[in-house]
């Protein structure tokens, strides 16, 4: 009882924005939504994704069921190829060859991993960067470091569209990324400091070989937490008013769930929340973001935004 | 006098190394020479480089005989191509597209910048990438930042090939890259961050947007300097030991010398170089590093090291 009181009475003095990814990723759904309405009405194509799904890993079924099912949504065409893990990488490759040269197609992803026996960057770099639609191909990262338009990967673009939505403030600002993954450390570093908004940041990429990680995460205005350690991020370790996004997702036994299951971010929300200014949940914050970023990328796919 | 026993006598006191550009660029050229020699006399083809020359600008007139003259020493062969400021963008596409399937060349050089109304971009995209030994095409950027083999630009290379011949510890320092240029600091701040040597140091990007530049640089265990104002790293700016690259050159008047004018680095040597572990001169630090590495990437080109 007491306790409860406690933290009704700290979420009143604390002044933590908590950033919503699941209402912003609803949010972008209806305006996508209402955008591929006026094309229908227009009799305009409307945005068709492809998605090449090999073998029967449970986790790439539900990633790629969770893409169809935001297709339906926002009134996307959407179309599921799928295939054994038998597949040789040679029918793997005709067939992105067949879609790469199928004009009613407009974004076509592979999802990953793939069986052993097929060379991934072989298969992501056989996709013709206009339909690169998850932004992995090496010509849409390389767009996107000398400040072309391009495809930026699900993740990072959603992290920067939080960032707009909420108007947080980045130029000037000291940006600590945690974690140098290709598909989410190094886009947010680079993001981060180009000149644009979201951007202008001083960043700082930190990762396992770092030495004083506390010392310069202290310094931090902004923190991207992508190393995928639960809880990693305390209290002690960020200064008043620092901006979290929590990018990490570990899934950890607990007694407290149905399903005895429950989701950490890199960051301890307890302690850091009511330090923060912003912060994101894990779940419901970066998370919802990235479906919604390929169906954005996938719409400017079909408008030819990026590749005229 | 005394002035002249007082920079004597510090010199014998302190005790940085001085990064000899000049001399490492011309050991790598012998390398490069024997290489080739050896290639010959296999009865093998030699490498071959072809630069584009459009125009009469002073400066890129004498950076493309530099690279001829740098070819012709080490026995590649070399090409230049020069065309008249009238010439169409299609016209130059054209020669690209055909050096492209010319199997006797093996890298090729568009000298920049190309006339306003050819879009320069457009040219370098459409130079093959496994032609591409200058390392600016959206391909050879995109797999480096991946970590993929990739050509890597002259300037970048020839930094951490200084660091490589140097022995330079890197791991775990934190790299201070002042500057986030296309051709120098974002491709540092990537390379010094990856996974390699050289590379896993913690790495902070600063740029004209940062606001507490000095204190942050003051945490630096290596400095790369690439923002082009003369001498603005000064001394009270770094701590002691410190590792200190300097690419900045800009040209002031001086009437110190016959030519009337004097090059000048980033970094104000007699300040720093006292305070330093490892510091590069200007000139005969970083500048002389430029033309091997296109000279490196040339025969990276010619044994297909890169794209098989």
Redesign the interface.
């Known amino acids: 009882m007491f306790e409860k009181f406690f933290y009704v009475f700290i979420k009143y003095i604390v002044m933590y924005t908590l950033i919503d990814g699941k209402a912003t990723a609803a949010a972008i759904r209806r305006e996508i939504r209402e955008e591929v309405d006026y094309m229908r009405h227009s009799h305009e194509k409307v945005p068709h994704l492809a998605a090449i799904l090999v073998g029967h890993d449970g986790a790439s079924e539900t990633y790629v069921s969770g893409k169809e099912k935001a297709c339906r949504e926002v009134g996307f065409e959407s179309t599921v190829i799928r295939y054994e893990n038998t597949i040789t990488e040679e029918e793997l490759l005709e067939k992105v060859d067949q879609i790469n040269r199928d004009a009613s197609i407009d974004g076509l992803i592979v999802q990953l991993p793939l069986p052993e026996h097929i060379d991934e960057?072989k298969v992501i770099e056989s996709i013709d960067p206009k339909k690169d639609v998850d932004g992995f191909?090496?010509?849409?990262?390389?767009?996107m470091?000398?400040?072309?338009p391009a495809y930026i990967s699900a993740t990072p673009a959603g992290i920067l569209e939080l960032i707009r939505r909420y108007q947080i403030k980045t130029?000037?600002k000291?940006c600590v990324v945690i974690g140098?993954s290709?598909i989410v450390g190094?886009p947010m570093?680079?993001l981060l400091?180009?000149?644009d908004y979201p951007g202008?940041?001083?960043?700082?990429?930190?990762?396992s070989?770092?030495?004083?990680l506390k010392e310069?995460v202290r310094q931090a205005d902004i923190i991207v937490a992508a190393l995928g350690k639960a809880k990693f991020l305390t209290g002690d370790m960020v200064q008043e008013g620092v901006v979290v996004i929590d990018v990490g997702i570990t899934r950890l036994p607990s007694d407290k769930t149905k399903s005895g299951w429950k989701l950490w971010g890199d960051v301890d929300f307890e302690t850091v929340a009511p330090k923060s200014s912003f912060i994101t949940p894990v779940p419901g914050g970066v998370g919802p973001m990235t479906i919604v970023s390929l169906l954005r990328n996938t719409l400017l796919a079909a408008k030819q935004a990026i590749y005229k």
Chains 1, 2 share one sequence.
């Open positions: 960057q191909h090496p010509v849409n990262v390389g767009r470091v000398i400040g072309l130029e000037g000291h140098r290709n190094k570093s680079i400091a180009r000149k202008n940041c001083t960043v700082t990429v930190c990762h070989r770092t030495r004083n310069i």
